[in-house]
């Protein structure tokens, strides 16, 4: 069993940054690819950003520019670092990671508020 945490969520102004963290833990896996959802007001789900456990980074176009996805392997943590943000961009947002044996564990969420 893998759990996955997200932490870092709150409040913020528009155009500010926030910084969340991902953290997975568990016996017996490696994590290999991680992603960024966020579920937004209207209760749509929507891809944010991911990494693979290489490095290698994909980003939703809404967030290009502003958002980076980076991870430390050796803690088996993803960070998304949000800067510029909107008003737009409140959601709950939730890390999902895989497996290298394929499974995969979602967090609970963490809440993100932009206030105009």
């Known amino acids: 069993q893998v759990q996955v945490v997200e932490s870092g969520g709150g409040l913020v102004q528009a155009g500010g940054p926030l910084s969340l963290s991902c953290a997975a833990s568990g016996s017996l896996f490696n994590i290999n690819d991680i992603y960024w959802y966020r579920r937004t007001p209207g209760n749509q789900r929507e891809f944010v950003a991911s990494i693979s456990r290489g490095g290698m980074t994909n980003l939703a176009d809404s967030v290009k520019g502003r958002f980076t996805i980076s991870r430390d392997n050796t803690k088996n943590t993803a960070y998304l670092q949000m800067n510029s943000l909107k008003p737009e961009d409140t959601a709950v947002y939730l890390c999902?990671?895989?497996?290298?044996?394929?499974?995969?564990?979602w967090g609970q969420g963490t809440q993100v508020t932009v206030s105009s």
């Open positions: 999902n990671a895989w497996t290298v044996r394929g499974y995969s564990f």
